[in-house]
């Protein structure tokens, strides 16, 4: 029998950024907060030290700071048809664990989405009309749209102190900025990063070919900053150890460098770490949740009473968390009906390797997470699909992350995989390669989805959330466009050798990809094609806001951060302004 | 058949040294850069005529200066690092009364051959003078550690385990006189110094007390000072 502790206004359950975000603002406001965290504590000083913080083989190659697969895994397989079995190794996508969550391992690429992103369905069909859609695709618009998220996003890009060159603002084209963005109401707090050699060559055969070249908005410093919460964070030295690893210079903005500090400091909070959070408790009626049952470290479980659950627990342990709480009707792709677990969606990404003679030098080990130069001409709605048969894009990015040895070793097509030959490939090659990383999006089906398994179960005992998914034909047909379009910047970019690798399916766990999972929890205005409303409430619990891209009906072609941030500050301000002083649905459904 | 085979041998024998030498070339291209070690160890020794002092006056043949700490100890430091700082010195970047008019009269060639010589020099210990446990421990946690509250990462995080540095762009700090490394953090924290790549240094030395920058200073002068001519890692 669980035991009952006092209760609290506010439990969030997962401390990562958004957890971290959400659990600030409401202890801000004078709300008794708990925090409950599965994983560990751990901070830049004393945890994240140089030289071991860039042991590529625990952390890269071990996935050190990933979700226990021994503990929690999720099942996959690619079609209904099969029998999903439990992922035993993080590969394809790397879900983070202990306090900071996935905020601590990632890359800083900080890109909004547009303005056609929040209202896809609608702005597809005015462009093209109503049947150029492959009607097997369930997209669908946000019910929130880019102008009334602007202010979010000013804000989540000045918590994290990201650096870049407006494109577009208040309307007007900038020059030497992304001109395809959607307006931003003042200039990012800080400076673009410093290209790599790679990034100048694309930038000069972009031009050339009469792209939009820019340099990658970034979450890793240019310089010393403070942000608004009074942080002060360090310039970043280009180790090229930032994805898969934490930072150890306070320049990455994490949740450990922009706001858990302060969060801590405020007397409302508490954390509670090695709190495994089981379920989601309602009350009688369904209608309304009562608190979160946890288990502690030894297996000890509590009942923490609240009046408001907030679930931030990266997006697919969302849709898991739903699921094991019964909140909301599970999705059914037989029939097409329920939405938890629908429009589960991915990424579609490709990639260019140029490779050039020993003249050459790239230097890839002197690199950022997120220090690409990229265009985006081919991504999101940019340009007229109308020919082409599919819809969405990608940007295409010159972009190295890192230089690390046992990850990076690009050689041309044709080389063994193995032996002699292969050792004097990546040899000559390691130094004098370039590569685009083609970042497309991923449209929702009917077919792909996320439900619990019926075999295999957690440490707890609960059932692992099964995935099923394989990349949409649309997708396919739109990365092999994108590749096309990027083999010929790479030939453009004076290279002896392009090779182009778009995503084909079937898709595999075992090849990484992105951590950018989406949907399956998704917001939208009507109740029986999404699990929230647009401030992220639940439509069957009023006080149970999910906030993670669980939310996104679909995915754009831009990595999910920024968006995330700008959605949790565009809901905690709801919830402040509206939900606190009336408790109840915010729309009525 | 006796003939072919030695054919052969030679034929192999030629292509590998073919092959070295292509390599080696191959590897050395940066070296254009490379100063010429015996003319630096001349102006090390006698200045030049048109005005450039002799450096050993002050910093000695082996580098290790003349144990007041008032000049830096420079061996065990890349030839890239001593010929930015020459540089930096001569264009204003970084300043200093003496070392300034000394870069300013240096010829190109001249600060690629000095850098070459004190780059390759074994210097000799020093002893530290004492310093008190708790600083020692205070050094010991903020070049190996950090500090959290601060925002300053370890020293050591940048500047090598061991304060060995990371060649060729960060210094060495293991064996300098606690005395110079005092003294440019205060030039860091003041805003007198800014010659680093963003304002790294500066936005370290501001957060740090001038108990910390003392400890930091001990911590590092009792370390074993690097050895260019017998530290093979060396580039």
């Known amino acids: 029998m669980a035991q009952k502790l006092k209760s609290v206004d506010v439990v969030v359950v997962g401390v990562g950024f958004m957890g971290a975000i959400m659990a600030k603002e409401l202890a801000a406001a004078g709300l008794t907060v708990v925090g409950l965290e599965r994983g560990k504590k751990r901070w830049t000083v004393p945890e994240f030290q140089s030289p071991e913080i860039h042991d590529e083989l625990k952390y890269s190659i071990r996935k050190g700071m990933m979700q226990d697969v021994t503990r929690e895994a999720m099942t996959f397989r690619n079609n209904s048809r099969q029998e999903a079995l439990p992922i035993r190794q993080w590969e394809a996508f790397l879900p983070g664990s202990d306090l900071g969550g996935s905020g601590v391992h990632w890359n800083g690429q900080t890109f909004r989405f547009t303005e056609a992103d929040f209202v896809w369905r609608t702005r597809i069909e005015e462009r093209y009309g109503k049947d150029f859609v492959d009607p097997t695709l369930t997209i669908q618009d946000w019910g929130v749209t880019y102008d009334e998220l602007e202010p979010y996003f000013d804000k989540f890009e000045h918590l994290l102190g990201t650096g870049g060159k407006a494109g577009n603002l208040n309307g007007k084209i900038q020059p030497g900025g992304n001109p395809f963005e959607s307006w931003r109401s003042r200039e990012y707090p800080n400076p673009p990063m410093k290209e790599q050699y790679g990034g100048v060559l694309f930038r000069k055969a972009a031009t050339e070919m009469g792209y939009h070249p820019f340099v990658q908005p970034s979450s890793n410093m240019t310089r010393p900053y403070t942000n608004p919460e009074g942080l002060q964070l360090n310039a970043c030295n280009y180790c090229g150890f930032c994805e898969r690893y934490a930072c150890e210079h306070f320049a990455k903005a994490t949740p450990q460098t922009v706001i858990l500090p302060v969060l801590l400091k405020n007397p409302h909070f508490e954390l509670r770490t090695e709190a495994q959070v089981l379920r989601v408790n309602l009350d009688s009626h369904k209608k309304r949740a009562t608190g979160v049952t946890y288990a502690d470290a030894t297996g000890r479980e509590f009942e923490q009473p609240a009046d408001l659950v907030i679930i931030t627990t990266y997006a697919w342990n969302n849709v898991r968390m739903m699921l094991l709480s019964g909140i909301g009707k599970p999705y059914d792709p037989k029939t097409g009906e329920g939405v938890i677990g629908r429009n589960y969606a991915y990424q579609t990404t490709g990639d260019v390797y140029v490779f050039y003679d020993e003249s050459v030098n790239i230097n890839p080990f002197m690199a950022a997470g997120a220090s690409g130069t990229l265009i985006d001409d081919f991504n999101d709605d940019n340009f007229d699909h109308g020919p082409h048969g599919f819809i969405g894009g990608s940007y295409i990015m010159s972009a190295l992350t890192n230089g690390r040895p046992i990850e990076f070793h690009p050689t041309p097509p044709g080389t063994p995989d193995w032996g002699k030959e292969w050792k004097a490939a990546i040899r000559r090659h390691y130094n004098h390669t370039a590569h685009m990383l083609l970042h497309g999006s991923s449209m929702p089906t009917r077919t792909n989805y996320l439900d619990l398994d019926p075999t295999y179960r957690d440490a707890w005992g609960l059932p692992l959330l099964r995935m099923t998914f394989d990349f949409p034909e649309n997708d396919v047909k739109m990365t092999q466009f994108c590749v096309d379009h990027a083999v010929e910047i790479g030939k453009r970019m004076g290279a002896k050798a392009v090779a182009g690798y778009p995503r084909k399916p079937p898709f595999t766990t075992q090849k990484y990809q992105t951590t950018h999972n989406t949907g399956g929890v998704v917001m939208g205005s009507d109740p029986n094609t999404s699990a929230l409303n647009r401030y992220l409430q639940s439509w069957d619990a009023h006080n149970v806001f999910v906030v993670g891209a669980s939310a996104y009906p679909q995915n754009p072609g831009y990595n999910p951060t920024d968006t995330l941030g700008a959605l949790a500050y565009w809901s905690v301000d709801a919830i402040k302004k509206q939900y606190l002083k009336k408790p109840g649905p915010m729309v009525s459904a | ?235």
């Open chain 2, 1 to 235: 058949m006796k003939l072919n085979r030695w054919m052969l041998i030679l034929t192999v024998a030629l292509s590998t040294a073919g092959f070295l030498l292509t390599r080696s070339f191959a590897a050395e291209s940066p070296k254009a850069l490379r100063g010429d070690p015996l003319r630096g160890g001349e102006i090390v020794a006698r200045g030049t005529d048109y005005g450039v002092v002799a450096c050993a006056r002050c910093h000695a043949f082996d580098g290790t200066a003349d144990g007041s700490s008032a000049f830096p100890k420079l061996s065990g430091i890349s030839s890239y690092y001593l010929a930015k700082q020459l540089r930096d010195f001569a264009s204003g970047l970084r300043t200093d009364a003496i070392m300034s008019a000394i870069a300013r009269k240096m010829k190109a060639e001249d600060i690629a051959d000095v850098s070459e010589y004190y780059s390759g020099v074994s210097g000799t210990p020093t002893p530290a003078p004492p310093a008190a446990q708790h600083l020692l421990a205070l050094g010991a946690r903020l070049a190996t550690v950090g500090d959290d509250e601060k925002k300053v990462q370890a020293c050591e995080g940048c500047h090598g385990a061991a304060g060995r540095g990371e060649d060729p762009a960060i210094p060495s700090l293991a064996g300098q006189y606690a005395g110079y490394i005092g003294f440019q953090m205060r030039m860091w924290k003041m805003g007198y110094r800014k010659n680093d790549a963003n304002q790294q240094m500066a936005n370290i030395a501001r957060r740090l007390s001038p108990q910390d920058i003392e400890a930091i200073g001990a911590y590092f002068e009792r370390l074993p000072r690097k050895d260019s001519a017998k530290d093979k890692r060396r580039p």
